[in-house]
T-cell receptor
Framework: SAVISQKPSRDICQRGTSLTIQCQVDSQVTMMFWYRQQPGQSLTLIATANQGSEATYESGFVIDKFPISRPNLTFSTLTVSNMSPEDSSIYLC???????????FGEGSRLTVL | KQEVTQIPAALSVPEGENLVLNCSFTDSAIYNLQWFRQDPGKGLTSLLLIQSSQREQTSGRLNASLDKSSGRSTLYIAASQPGDSATYLCAVLTTDSWGKFQFGAGTQVVVTP
């Protein structure tokens, strides 16, 4: 299994600012993903983080708002840009390994935008 | 597009009773199905992974079954405890989804002492 560490675990931010969330995996994963979970909702996939190239975004999410980097197999960052209160959510990093495709999650980053 | 549904949305049982959580999916061409537990404000913890070729998986008090033909999976938790109170989510990986899981909305479980 993979252990995934995220930081910050929580933050309170002002409208119009940006926040970068870091995700570190303890072993090499084949794929890394970023999810958003709005209050009381299930998970929504933001994008697939691709090593050394641009992330693949899902419908409704754009690079200018959620720039993502993945410089190597075990590290990725998600930036939430020009934040508004609607961006208040839990942001979750995940990775899948090997042939089984089993998915593992970090503890999440709870973001509150005032 | 794969759609995943979990019923009921919420469930409350007295301690000691067995829990039965349901997950249904519309596209039977799945690679695997995974059950997760989420505590409030936290990330997801993987409970069980069932490969498409398997019928069930067991871990301690947990047992998950998979019936691809009917598009269903069931998570059984035996002899529930207050510590089992959490939200349980199922997620399905379809064969043509490029590694992207589709999540259900979850079942919120409360086990009362």
């Amino acid at each position: 299994s993979a252990v995934i560490s995220q930081k910050p675990s929580r933050d309170i931010c002002q409208r119009g600012t940006s926040l970068t969330i870091q995700c570190q995996v303890d072993s090499q994963v084949t794929m890394m993903f970023w999810y958003r979970q709005q209050p009381g909702q299930s998970l929504t996939l933001i994008a697939t983080a691709n090593q050394g190239s641009e992330a693949t975004y899902e419908s409704g999410f754009v690079i200018d708002k959620f720039p993502i980097s993945r410089p190597n197999l075990t590290f990725s960052t998600l930036t939430v840009s020009n934040m508004s209160p609607e961006d208040s959510s839990i942001y979750l990093c995940s990775g899948s390994t090997g042939e089984t495709g089993e998915l593992f999650f970090g503890e999440g980053s709870r973001l509150t935008v005032l | 597009k794969q759609e995943v549904t979990q019923i009921p949305a919420a469930l409350s049982v007295p301690e000691g009773e067995n829990l039965v959580l349901n997950c249904s999916f519309t596209d039977s061409a799945i690679y695997n199905l995974q059950w997760f537990r989420q505590d409030p404000g936290k990330g997801l913890t993987s409970l069980l992974l069932i490969q498409s070729s398997q019928r069930e998986q067991t871990s301690g008090r947990l047992n998950a079954s998979l019936d691809k033909s009917s598009g269903r999976s069931t998570l059984y938790i035996a002899a529930s405890q207050p510590g089992d109170s959490a939200t349980y989510l199922c997620a399905v990986l379809t064969t043509d989804s490029w590694g992207k899981f589709q999540f259900g909305a979850g079942t919120q479980v409360v086990v009362t002492p």
